[in-house]
């Protein structure tokens, strides 16, 4: 499926900008910052519109937010149905000292970890820091 068929799916109006930011996560294979959309964007984009679209995704259920080391977020294109606006995710990130990207281990589950009686869980993320796949070659 191509990026314009994606929006169609997902219901969301197709503009030339959201087609570019998805054709960016589909072709990256991992986990883009806000600036990685930017620079992929090249110098001709508006900042605001590329945070809106990016927030548009995210609520439509088509990428997620992944939690960075550094505090910072980073988006990754959801693999789960997520179409509904819920984001149902319990796989792991994985962030490669080497390279700095961050990949969704979509076959990776997070562990079940049980709480103490009165805690409730909302969501839960698990960050694996060490060295990627590619950069182990
Ligand atoms: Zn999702
Ligand atoms: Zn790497
Ligand atoms: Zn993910």
Not at 7 to 16: E, G, I, Y
Not at 64 to 89: I, M, N, Q, S, W
Not at 118 to 132: A, F, P, S, T
């Amino acid at each position: 499926m191509n990026a314009a068929q994606t929006l169609k799916v997902f219901n969301l109006r197709h503009t030339a900008g959201r087609e570019q930011v998805l054709n960016l996560f589909l072709n990256a294979g991992h986990a883009l910052a806000h600036n990685d959309v930017e620079n992929g964007l090249g110098p001709d984009h508006d900042r605001v519109t590329v945070y809106r679209t990016l927030r548009t995704f995210v609520d439509a259920g088509l990428i997620h937010k992944v939690l960075d080391d550094e505090g910072g977020t980073k988006y990754a294109l959801c693999r789960d149905a997520c179409a509904d606006g819920h984001h149902h995710h319990d796989h792991v990130h994985f962030k490669c000292e080497a390279c700095g990207q961050t990949t969704c281990l979509n076959e990776v589950r997070i562990p079940t970890v049980s709480l103490p009686t009165g805690y409730d869980r909302k969501e839960m993320n698990l960050l694996i820091q060490g060295v990627c796949q590619d950069c182990n070659k």
